[in-house]
């Protein structure tokens, strides 16, 4: 056992009033920060969650004030036992291993899953309070998006940008700058919802901002476990426009097909950060695992880009320029040793607060 899990294996302890050996650790899932996570087993069978990040490596104050905060709005989310932030050890109550992604191996499933996890997002948005969030800006949207061709091409394929680029960072900022503000989990996918006492519960929430209402549908729609036919597509994005008319999140000035375009830009902004950030997280963190999950990203970017007929241009240089580049590259990558993206990972990787990608 390493130094670190030691010392938080006596926190633990020393909290519980328990010897150290009186505490079993074992390690869990983690995601694509540096933090890690433990649960730790006591003497009368109760367990719990450990969360180990290093205050050099990760700030965990948003985990703690979001996760009080969206507690004492009722939204099911771990409860907080302890904290040392000094430290950088929390301990949570333990929500099992069930996340919502396991139910989308049918189509049944990832429908039954997905209005599920809607109708959670409908609660998020009308409980979890924004006063106290950092926005969502457009600096920062467009800082996400500068990590598509800075590691994407640049750095990973070695390829120039398009000269479009501006245009289309201009066009995408626009559509979403129509849509009003709402609290924004910023990573609403299926792995990030875990099923606890037959209930949707809600996890790795620290980079919540307040930002565009529509942007966690689109990162569960456009996610990494299913994939939906552009008519079931619209179907869910109108499904929840009315529900957000009705109540009072969105003005109903915001047509249907001004809404679709606003939500598929957001889609595009996300896919086009999460092209560059997983080849960042190659290049910078050795996790080379999450370059396998570049192609399924960049169809959900393709399609979305399918709604915004502004940017046929930039679609059509990523079908012909982008993706068989992207395609040759990964296939003389056979040489290169596999990275830690399992399914136990998160579907997309972490986010950063704003101000900090580098």
Request: hydrophobic share 40%; charged share 25%.
């Amino acid at each position: 056992m390493n130094s670190r899990l030691e010392t938080l294996r006596a926190w633990i302890a020393g909290h519980h009033r328990l010897s150290p050996e009186a505490c079993r650790l074992q390690s869990v899932a983690g995601d694509a920060s540096l933090r890690s996570y433990w649960r730790v087993a006591f003497p009368d069978g109760t367990t719990r969650i450990l969360m180990d990040a290093p205050p050099a490596l990760e700030e965990s104050r948003p985990f703690v004030e979001i996760g009080q905060a969206w507690h004492d709005a009722g939204l099911p989310v771990p409860a907080i036992h302890a904290v040392d932030l000094d430290q950088g050890f929390l301990e949570l109550d333990d929500l099992g291993d069930d996340s919502l992604h396991h139910h989308f191996d049918s189509d049944s499933g990832a429908h039954d899953g997905t209005a599920r996890a809607l109708a959670l997002l409908d609660d998020i948005q009308c409980r979890a309070p924004t006063h106290r969030l950092p926005p969502y800006t457009s600096a920062f949207l467009d800082e996400e998006m500068e990590r598509f061709p800075d590691w994407g091409l640049t750095r990973w394929l070695g390829i120039e940008t398009p000269e479009s680029w501006p245009r289309v960072k201009q066009h995408l900022l626009a559509r979403i700058a129509e849509l009003p503000s709402v609290t924004v989990h910023r990573d609403f996918d299926a792995m990030n919802l875990m099923i606890h006492d037959d209930a949707l519960w809600i996890i790795d929430f620290q980079g919540a901002l307040a930002g565009p209402l529509g942007y966690d549908l689109v990162s569960l729609l456009r996610g990494r476990y299913h994939r939906w036919t552009p008519a079931e597509m619209a179907g869910w994005i109108e499904a929840f426009r009315q529900r957000s008319v009705a109540s009072g999140a969105l003005s109903p000035s915001l047509d249907s097909e001004r809404f679709r375009a606003a939500v598929e830009a957001i889609g595009a902004q996300r896919q086009l950060k999460i092209l560059g950030q997983f080849c960042r997280l190659c290049l910078r963190d050795g996790k080379s695992g999450y370059l396998e999950r570049l192609p399924h990203f960049y169809q959900h970017l393709d399609e979305g880009l399918a709604a915004l007929p502004a940017l046929a241009e930039f679609r059509q240089w990523l079908q012909t320029v982008y993706r068989p580049a992207m395609e040759a590259r990964l296939a003389s990558a056979t040489d290169e040793a596999p990275g830690p993206a399992s399914d136990d990972a998160p579907g997309t990787a972490s986010d950063d607060a704003p101000g900090t990608a580098s």
